[in-house]
């Protein structure tokens, strides 16, 4: 039986890993579940996706119906790896994507070649590369800086492409740019110059519509008499109900219509440019739903917004185009409208339309971000830009409300053979032991448990010595506090690891080790 349910900014973990045969000497390939489902993980959800998405996938990708199912179960295998080796390279990092249409192969990059084996040994394809993603993401700022100060010149998309390890500038006069990035004073090696005919425009329109007031992603909504944008995600603030959209669609007191053209709501706030994303507080005739439209009748659930890796298929539900999807092609984007320029979005292969502002984004069930705005259309082909959901949620404080199946009741875990209790500050980890870890000489179950605190989310992990770092060989990151894990393992060197996604505080950790 599903149930309502709101997360806080915090909980973008919203996956569950969980490792059940033996271990090898390094982590083995996580399987990811979605959140609160204890039976089914994400690589069944991509067995079977959500409505409407496996068919979308094929006819805008160019794959067949078969094609599309592989390539959404090679995303939910191998998103739990990208996470872990993100975090286990750390600074080194040079990115992360997967390559090719149906059987993808993860790639990430890095700057030290210590971190080549590891990457290999856990099921990706490792790639060497000159530039971090850290100095890639300041090289662009500088970029973005010094094409501000050259007024004259047109460079209409600039994002950090880590397929080519360099800032990409897309732009109708590449002489203009390359002369404004020599006062960048950038390295020129690391920044590569396109002619592009891609021209950013914002996707509101004028003036289309169930006859419930059922509040859903990708429908349509009014701001003054002519202004057409599209409702993005169910949100709560408090004791608010309402929804996100596109900053550039209304400005804070502005009233909302819905596509029933009933009374609607009031925007309370919105930011453009610079970002784009705005939120609007419903009146009591309507029900924000943790869904998604899909342009036939039916609907997408939301579950989370655990950020999709790069390459990733994503769908998008708007009210001027419907229900079309693509791929993450770029993150961290900075585009230029005429009204304006946004940076930090994320570029797709997705077309849309005008009137498709605002309207949601979303990979398998977890959502994305918001539509901003994109180039070309749907008839002859185009892309779109997101902004990125945990920006909006971070900026107004909001909850995301979600669908989620109902768990069995947690309990605490003090029947555990040993149990340690401790406190924990929000966005900090806590290690037990606190040392080197603890060491075992005999293969068996590892098993252990976080107790339950509705007002926190903690994450529980398992992590092994490899013999240059620890690596996660198994982990639960349910979006509550309660979390269990079970490993069976062969000897070696171990550790616990607590993360606390939201919330300072106490925990309990309870564990048995072979």
Not at 148 to 167: H, W
Not at 275 to 292: A, E, G, M, T
Request: glycine residues 12%.
């Amino acid at each position: 039986m599903a149930r309502r349910h709101v997360i806080v900014p915090g909980c973008v973990l919203a996956i569950t890993a969980l490792a059940l045969t033996a271990a090898p000497a390094v982590a083995t390939r996580p399987t990811a579940r979605a959140p609160g489902t204890p039976a089914a993980d994400l690589t069944d959800l991509a067995g079977k996706p959500p409505p409407g998405m496996l068919e979308a996938i094929a006819r805008d990708i160019g794959l067949t119906e078969q094609e599309a199912r592989t390539r959404l179960l090679n995303e939910a295998r191998l998103t739990p790896i990208e996470t872990n080796l993100r975090g286990w390279v750390g600074d080194h990092f040079g990115g992360s994507w997967f390559a090719g249409d149906v059987a993808q192969t993860l790639v990430v990059a890095t700057t030290d070649s210590t971190d080549v084996s590891q990457i290999a040994e856990l099921g990706a394809r490792p790639l060497l590369v000159g530039r971090s993603l850290i100095e890639l993401r300041a090289i662009r700022a500088a970029v973005d800086a010094a094409l501000i100060r050259e007024r004259g010149t047109t460079a209409s998309v600039r994002y950090v492409g880590v397929r080519v390890n360099k800032v990409v500038i897309l732009t109708e006069n590449p002489k203009a740019a390359q002369e404004a990035v020599k006062t960048a004073k950038v390295d020129p090696d690391a920044v590569q110059v396109i002619a592009s005919t891609e021209r950013p425009r914002l996707l509101r329109a004028h003036r289309k519509a169930p006859t419930e007031t059922d509040l859903v992603g990708g429908q349509a909504y009014y701001v003054g008499a002519t202004t057409r944008c599209s409702v993005g995600f169910s949100v709560t603030k408090d004791t608010q109900k309402g929804f996100i959209s596109a900053g550039h669609c209304g400005t804070p007191g502005s009233a909302t219509v819905g596509y029933n053209r009933r009374p609607q709501g009031t925007v309370q706030a919105s930011t453009f440019p610079g970002q784009d994303f705005s939120w609007v507080k419903v009146n009591d005739d309507w029900n924000p739903r943790p869904l998604v439209g899909n342009d036939s009748g039916g609907t997408v659930q939301v579950r989370g917004f655990r950020a999709a890796v790069e390459g990733s298929s994503v769908c998008h539900s708007g009210s001027g185009s419907g229900w079309h999807c693509g791929t993450i092609a770029q993150r961290g984007a900075s585009v230029t409208y005429p009204r304006g320029t946004v940076y930090g979005l994320t570029r797709t292969t997705v077309c849309a339309e005008p009137g498709d502002s605002g309207g949601s984004f979303i990979s398998l069930e977890q959502a994305q971000g918001i539509t901003s705005g994109g180039s070309g259309d749907c008839a002859s082909g185009g892309v779109t830009y997101f902004q990125p959901i945990l920006e909006i949620l971070t900026a107004y404080g909001l909850n995301l409300t979600v669908e989620e199946l109902s768990l069995p009741g947690p309990g605490t875990c003090t029947s555990y053979p040993r149990v340690f209790t401790g406190t924990l500050k929000s966005r900090r980890s806590a290690y037990w032991p606190q040392d080197r870890g603890f060491v075992t000489t005999v293969t068996g179950t590892y098993s252990a448990c976080l107790s339950d605190d509705p007002s926190r989310d903690r994450d529980l992990y398992l992590e092994k010595w490899n013999g240059r770092a620890w690596s996660a060989v198994a982990a639960s990151e349910h979006l509550d506090s309660y979390e269990q894990i079970t490993y069976f393992g062969t000897p070696g060197r171990y550790r616990y690891r607590v993360f606390a996604e939201v919330g300072s505080g106490p925990y309990t950790l309870g564990h048995e080790e072979p």
